[in-house]
């Protein structure tokens, strides 16, 4: 029996106890109390365990939990669900931060909803040219043809009732990369719909020494046995073609932020020259790449002239036609 509104609450971590306590402290100041924290620790060997034993010691709320060996985000999530007790499911990365009404404005929302529901939020951060970017989405409707539509899971940012993560089987442990995307296809296969809080309530990756690369080498490797673990269920549940679709969605991607990537680092030589033409060549979305480039123009254009960026359409993939 769950407890009801009580939100269960997963902070996953594995060897960054220097962000520890900014992120469990962030989640101790929000405005709705009735939450249990777990915070897994996926084989850490660093001082993880002192410093959440450390804030055990002041609020009961808080659980750690350890696995003796690295297994990865999704294994790390699963711990949580299997041992959540509330009604609500919801969590956080070490390096992301939530506004303090977050749990208190998702609870209000989830109570006019049943299990066939699950929701979202905005995101609010400043990018790495300067621009302050705030995200709002517009959902509502069934999760399905929001995938159709480019959408993809916002970080730190998710909402759901216990019992629907549990009815779509958690997550996939095989998956290593594209963790979130897998959760957003098993809800889709099981038809939830999806609605988006019209708040930016969530700040992804504060932590100014954390360095994401979304798409390096062995991130790509990762994402390409998730695609193969997922092809079954998308040609089943969407068709062959839209399985083709999101296939080379991630392909694009990779192929953007390479491109970036080496504009950033200055280091275009003729050998990469080459590379990037024939990439651009083989790219599947040739008049999005051209669109994105004009927003990033346009982007760089705002932050000399100090303008904030309000996006009400987070599409991250290209519309599926």
Not at 42 to 69: A, L, M, P, W
Not at 128 to 141: A, E, F, S, V
Not at 210 to 219: A, H
Request: charged residues 25%.
């Amino acid at each position: 029996m769950h407890d009801y509104d009580l939100v269960s609450v997963c902070l996953a971590t594995y060897n960054r106890s220097h962000l520890l306590k900014q992120a469990i402290e962030n989640i101790l100041s929000q405005t709705y109390r009735r939450f249990e924290l777990f915070v897994v620790d996926d084989g850490s060997n660093d001082n993880t365990e002192s410093v959440v034993k450390h804030y055990q010691k002041k609020d009961k709320r808080i659980f750690y939990c350890r696995h003796d060996t690295n297994k990865g985000l999704a294994a790390a999530r699963n711990t949580a669900i299997s041992r959540a007790k509330g009604r609500y499911f919801t969590f956080i990365d070490d390096d992301d931060a939530w506004d303090k009404i977050f749990l208190s404005h998702f609870v209000k929302t989830a109570s006019n909803y049943d299990d066939n529901w699950c929701f979202c939020c905005g995101t609010d951060y400043t990018n790495n040219l300067g621009n302050h970017i705030r995200y709002i989405p517009k959902l509502n409707g069934p999760l399905k043809e929001y995938i159709k539509k480019g959408y993809t899971p916002p970080v730190a940012a998710q909402f759901y009732f216990l019992s629907t993560v549990k009815k779509a089987g958690g997550y996939t442990e095989e998956i290593k990369s594209g963790v979130d995307h897998d959760l957003w296809l098993k809800l889709a296969f099981h038809d939830i719909n999806i609605y988006g809080v019209p708040k930016a309530l969530v700040h992804p990756n504060t932590s100014a020494e954390v360095s994401r690369i979304t798409f390096s080498d062995k991130r790509w490797l990762e994402i390409q046995r998730s695609l193969v673990i997922w092809k079954t269920d998308i040609v089943l549940h969407f068709g062959v073609r839209f399985f083709y679709h999101f296939r080379r969605c991630y392909y694009f991607g990779r192929q953007r932020r390479q491109f970036i990537i080496f504009l950033k680092q200055k280091t275009i030589n003729q050998a990469i020259v080459r590379r990037l033409f024939r990439a651009f060549r083989e790219m599947p979305f040739k008049i999005e790449f051209f669109k994105e480039s004009l927003f990033k123009l346009w982007m760089w254009f705002c932050y000399r002239n100090r303008k904030y960026i309000t996006l009400k359409t987070p599409h991250s993939f290209p519309s599926f036609r």
